[in-house]
C-alpha cells in the first residue's frame, strides 16, 4: 500500500497547518452604524481555490443565497466522515462505488450566544459485495474516530448509514 503522508501511515504525531483569509464586503455606507444597518456578506479565500461567498443564517440576518459557517461546519463534518470511510473501507477491502451523505446539524441560540448540540450523518453507501455489509457498516465507527473534524467539536456526531448493494438496502439504522 503506497502512502501520501509516510508520517500519518506510521502513526508518527506531525502538526498540519491551515490558512484561510475572510474578508467583510457589507459595509454599505454606514458599517456597523446599527445591526441592521450592514450586510453580513464576506468572502472566504483559500490560496489556489474558488473564493466562497459567505453570509449569515438568514435568521441572522444573511443571504439565503450564501453559504453560512454552520453549513459549512455540518459540511466539514460530513467530508471528513466521508474521507476517513473510504480509507477505512479501503483499509478493509471494502469496495465501495458510491457515497452520498445528507447531514443536518443542529444548534441551540441561548441569550446572544448559541451552540450545535449535534449533528446526524445519514450516508447511503453502495458496495460490491452484500456479504460484507456488517463490515461495512461497523467501518463508520472507525471512520468517526479517525475524523479530525468529529474529535474536535463538543458535540455528539451521529451516524445513521445505510449500505446498498446493486440498488437493494442491505444494512442501515444507527451505528
Known sequence: MIFACRGYADGMSMQHGYDVEVEWTGAGDEGTATYRSYSRQHVVRIDGLPDIQ???????????????PEQLLVTALAQCHMLSYLHQAAKNGIVVTAYEDTAHGTMETEGQGGRFTE?????????????????????????????????????PVHHEPTIVVDGEVVAGGAA
Open 54 to 68: 459567505g453570509s449569515a443564517d438568514r435568521t441572522f440576518h444573511g443571504d439565503a443565497d450564501r453559504h453560512n
Open 119 to 155: 449533528v446526524t450523518l445519514r450516508p447511503v453507501i453502495a458496495i460490491t459485495d452484500a456479504a460484507r455489509a456488517q463490515e461495512a457498516m461497523d467501518a463508520h465507527l472507525q471512520a468517526s474516530a479517525n475524523c479530525f473534524i468529529a474529535q474536535s467539536v463538543a458535540f
